[in-house]
């Protein structure tokens, strides 16, 4: 396995990084076409960004609507990418995905399954449909040093593990952020031109939302999650934090609802402070905040009778529970 050189944010010259990484894009794709995902999140943003700048319209951006993203995420991203000059094509998956993911409860058993729908089945079929031979993506050095220390394993991780996506999928994978982390991506996006909306927005895991259910995933569980995402995005908004989510938890608990008993759903708010994600700290959120997240999600969201908040740091803990 090559050794990455992480080039740190501190020491990061955007513009250098930039061209070259716009050259490395071009001498592999070649005369060619090249195919990229783009969640909308800030790596597969500036990952998309990079690959327009270098080959313009011979890459094709695709978001793949999996049924697992957060609000009305599809139509914003088209909307947003538009106004940049890239058209992006969605790609309705959700069925697949929640069929791939039907009875499973493990976490790395959750994430393989979407590893392979994402990989294998949706993408093979772009690549073969649209003549291209590379899938652009933006693995960033953290997802690796996790999946390959053990800890969980990163979805858009292959190389590091052994499996050559080329024999594996049928296409070979470009990854040019996998010198930064979350830092450095930031600072490539500002210099790229992209909105703050989009360089400052906060982390989104790449199994999305089933990351942030634990045991099985389903429509419903989803979008019960969805709607409390929603709520505590909105409420934590203006808070100065890496990273802020709703988890729901299997398990249901007894409340009460109306005067009478009811057993109903569990939500989990974690709110942290992190430079890069290796290492994270609950933020100290006012009880005040805390309370009314609580009160909204209870009131709004259906079915749940209980909110709590994560003070675990990372390590132990990990940002996303799945």
């Excluded at 093979?124 to 690796?144: F, P």
């Excluded at 499996?163 to 952020?177: R, S, V």
Aim: aromatic share 8%; hydrophobic share 40%; net charge positive.
């Amino acid at each position: 396995m090559v050794k990455i050189k992480e080039i740190r944010a501190s020491k990061l010259n955007t513009k250098k990084f930039i061209a070259e990484k716009i050259k490395e894009i071009r001498e592999i794709v070649g005369d060619g076409r090249a195919i990229n995902a783009l969640s909308g999140g800030i790596d597969s943003s500036v990952v998309t960004m990079l690959a327009h700048r270098a080959i313009g319209n011979r890459l094709l951006t695709f978001f793949v609507d999996n049924g697992i993203m957060r609000h009305q995420e599809p139509e914003r991203i088209v909307k947003l990418f538009k106004r940049m000059g890239v058209k992006v094509q969605v790609v309705d998956a959700q069925d697949r995905f929640f069929y791939a993911l039907k009875g499973i409860t493990d976490p790395e058993q959750k994430r393989e399954a979407i590893t392979q729908t994402f990989y294998k089945d949706i993408f093979g079929e772009l690549v073969k449909g649209s003549g291209a031979t590379c899938l652009l993506q933006g693995t960033i050095l953290t997802d690796i040093d996790e999946t390959v220390a053990g800890i969980k394993r990163q979805h858009n991780v292959f190389e590091q593990l052994g499996i050559d996506p080329q024999q594996a999928f049928g296409y070979k994978i470009i990854e040019p952020l996998v010198q930064l982390r979350k830092d450095g991506v930031r600072k490539v996006g500002a210099a790229l031109g992209l909105p703050m909306s989009i360089y400052k927005r906060i982390p989104f895991p790449g199994p999305a939302l089933a990351a942030r259910v634990i045991g099985e995933i389903t429509r419903e569980k989803i979008e019960t999650v969805r709607t409390a995402t929603a709520i505590v995005e909105q409420e934590l908004k203006d808070v100065k934090a890496f990273q802020y989510m709703a988890i729901l938890h299997e398990d249901k608990v007894t409340g009460i609802r109306d005067g009478k008993r009811d057993f109903g759903f569990q939500i989990e708010v974690r709110c942290w402070d992190s430079v890069d994600a290796r290492k994270a700290t609950p933020t100290k959120l006012p009880y005040t905040k805390l309370f009314r997240i609580a009160k909204k999600v209870c009131k709004k969201v259906p079915g749940v009778v209980s909110v709590t908040y994560n003070i675990t740091s990372k390590p132990p803990s990990t940002i996303e529970a799945v």
